[in-house]
């Protein structure tokens, strides 16, 4: 096949790590991918809940096969009802390690729906991202009716989200497509989505931190509650790979924390840096974590740093990108500022996804407090971002003055060189007035 020419819209050179074999039309291929990819997922699930049973084989296998379905609903975004408690907290690890599997299955199905590599376009991407949604969607749909074991539109709804992401992903990477900026759009909006990247990196690791030293420091409480349970060792291993399907909404919820908003674990309690109310917890291990109800120490406040220098990380990318000799300081703060507002509002709606129930009565309204996040955060992060255009702004490069040489300052300037051919010129009508007058 001839190499084709390099397009604009092509950011990178589609993987032909697999050659492109059509076995099928890309849309009848895409629904055999989306349909392993459901199956893939619930087997995922099956695995633990397997290996659970396995440790109590009293229970029947039917509600081990059903508990995966629950699981496997639930981190696709639909309530679901395990031993009569109504959870709807999205496992956000399985949910990741569930579209993981399905890009890649998506990517392969591409690869058997075409004969060459297609001309990579936005219609193509987005027909195949539809077909994805589409598709997943009702296969989550059909299994929550089916088993009648969660919301059947939440399923659909949360099946189509995840649907259309994952899709998207692939076939934009399967043929090398990406968004490509108009010419008019300033550099500093170009470079929006790596500064949110930038401070949201920063705040994730500090959230992380939080959490470690927070299970570092009160492990003794960790342990009881584990030994409370008494799982015995398969059932000691089961309940910590449960946990961590949970672990990224700990770090959201730490980055809430870390913003001053703080978290609730149920009705009446509080976790934030300014004070602690504890309520009814959830007997889970993990949440001995939990400080003691109180006052914190002020030096918790050392913690509000953390949002800050994501802010500065922000708004140092977009201003960076922005520099010019002319650049105003107004300017500066400008952009810095906005790419630290805009980093804080995203880092808003994660939690705002991070966010859900353990019950029905007291352990409701898990997460984040969305209503003082959505001011804590775009403020400190707007903050530093201001910082650091201002500091950017500063720190642009300026235009030398054009200075002569001293030795040429006291010299009259030179006189431009004989032209022959303009004097004759200019002699000719005088001549021709000379010749009248003689006559």
């Given at each position: 096949?001839?190499?084709?020419?390099?397009?604009?819209?092509?950011?990178?050179?589609?993987?032909?790590?697999?050659?492109?074999?059509?076995?099928?039309?890309?849309?009848?291929?895409?629904?055999?991918?989306?349909?392993?990819?459901?199956?893939?997922?619930?087997?995922?699930?099956?695995?633990?809940?397997?290996?659970?049973?396995?440790?109590?084989?009293?229970?029947?296998?039917?509600?081990?096969?059903?508990?995966?379905?629950?699981?496997?609903?639930?981190?696709n975004g639909s309530r679901v009802v395990i031993a009569g408690i109504s959870i709807s907290i999205m496992p956000l690890l399985l949910t990741l390690a569930i579209m993981g599997t399905g890009y890649g299955l998506i990517r392969?199905?591409?690869?058997?729906?075409?004969?060459?590599?297609?001309?990579?376009?936005?219609?193509?991407?987005?027909?195949?991202?539809?077909?994805?949604?589409?598709?997943?969607?009702?296969?989550?749909?059909?299994?929550?009716?089916?088993?009648?074991?969660?919301?059947i539109g939440e399923s659909l709804t949360g099946g189509v989200t995840i649907g259309l992401i994952t899709g998207w992903l692939a076939a934009a990477r399967s043929f090398g497509w990406h968004f490509g900026w108009p010419r008019?759009?300033?550099?500093?909006?170009?470079?929006?989505?790596?500064?949110?990247?930038?401070?949201?990196?920063?705040?994730?690791?500090?959230?992380?931190?939080?959490?470690?030293?927070?299970?570092?420091?009160?492990?003794?409480?960790?342990?009881?509650?584990?030994?409370?349970?008494?799982?015995?060792?398969?059932?000691?291993?089961?309940?910590?790979?449960?946990?961590?399907?949970?672990?990224?909404?700990?770090?959201?919820?730490?980055?809430?924390?870390?913003?001053?908003?703080?978290?609730?674990?149920?009705?009446?309690?509080?976790?934030?840096?300014?004070?602690?109310?504890?309520?009814?917890?959830?007997?889970?291990?993990?949440?001995?974590?939990?400080?003691?109800?109180?006052?914190?120490?002020?030096?918790?406040?050392?913690?509000?740093?953390?949002p800050v220098v994501a802010g500065v990380a922000a708004g140092w990318v977009a201003a960076r990108s922005q520099v010019s000799t002319d650049m105003r300081l107004e300017t500066g703060a400008g952009i810095g500022g906005g790419?630290?507002?805009?980093?804080?509002?995203?880092?808003?709606?994660?939690?705002?996804?991070?966010?859900?129930?353990?019950?029905?009565?007291?352990?409701?309204?898990?997460?984040?407090?969305?209503?003082?996040?959505?001011?804590?955060?775009?403020?400190?992060?707007?903050?530093?971002?201001?910082?650091?255009?201002?500091?950017?702004?500063?720190?642009?490069?300026?235009?030398?003055?054009?200075?002569?040489?001293?030795?040429?300052?006291?010299?009259?300037?030179?006189?431009?060189?004989?032209?022959?051919?303009?004097?004759?010129?200019?002699?000719?009508?005088?001549?021709?007035?000379?010749?009248?007058?003689?006559?």
């Amino acid at each position: 096949m001839a190499q084709r020419q390099p397009r604009r819209h092509r950011h990178a050179a589609p993987d032909r790590a697999i050659p492109w074999r059509r076995l099928a039309p890309w849309p009848i291929a895409v629904v055999i991918g989306v349909l392993a990819w459901a199956l893939a997922g619930w087997l995922v699930c099956a695995a633990f809940c397997l290996v659970g049973w396995l440790s109590d084989i009293s229970q029947s296998l039917s509600d081990s096969l059903s508990l995966a379905a629950s699981l496997f609903l639930l981190a696709n975004g639909s309530r679901v009802v395990i031993a009569g408690i109504s959870i709807s907290i999205m496992p956000l690890l399985l949910t990741l390690a569930i579209m993981g599997t399905g890009y890649g299955l998506i990517r392969v199905a591409l690869r058997h729906g075409f004969d060459e590599d297609p001309e990579a376009s936005g219609l193509l991407v987005a027909g195949v991202a539809g077909v994805v949604a589409i598709v997943y969607g009702a296969a989550t749909a059909t299994l929550a009716g089916s088993m009648q074991i969660g919301d059947i539109g939440e399923s659909l709804t949360g099946g189509v989200t995840i649907g259309l992401i994952t899709g998207w992903l692939a076939a934009a990477r399967s043929f090398g497509w990406h968004f490509g900026w108009p010419r008019q759009v300033p550099e500093w909006v170009r470079a929006l989505p790596r500064a949110c990247g930038a401070g949201l990196g920063i705040l994730v690791a500090g959230g992380t931190l939080v959490i470690c030293l927070a299970l570092l420091l009160d492990r003794s409480q960790v342990q009881d509650l584990q030994n409370s349970l008494s799982p015995g060792l398969l059932g000691t291993s089961l309940l910590a790979a449960m946990q961590a399907f949970w672990a990224p909404n700990l770090v959201i919820w730490g980055i809430s924390w870390l913003v001053g908003a703080g978290f609730s674990l149920g009705v009446g309690t509080v976790v934030s840096p300014f004070v602690v109310q504890l309520g009814v917890l959830p007997s889970v291990p993990m949440f001995g974590a939990v400080p003691a109800a109180g006052m914190p120490s002020q030096t918790m406040l050392v913690w509000s740093a953390v949002p800050v220098v994501a802010g500065v990380a922000a708004g140092w990318v977009a201003a960076r990108s922005q520099v010019s000799t002319d650049m105003r300081l107004e300017t500066g703060a400008g952009i810095g500022g906005g790419a630290g507002v805009l980093t804080g509002l995203a880092a808003t709606v994660v939690a705002a996804i991070s966010r859900g129930n353990l019950g029905t009565v007291e352990l409701t309204g898990l997460g984040p407090l969305i209503g003082t996040m959505v001011l804590l955060a775009p403020v400190l992060l707007g903050l530093g971002g201001l910082a650091a255009g201002l500091v950017v702004a500063l720190g642009r490069p300026k235009v030398a003055p054009r200075v002569l040489p001293v030795d040429t300052l006291d010299k009259p300037a030179p006189k431009p060189p004989p032209q022959p051919w303009k004097d004759a010129l200019h002699e000719y009508p005088s001549r021709f007035d000379q010749l009248l007058r003689q006559n």
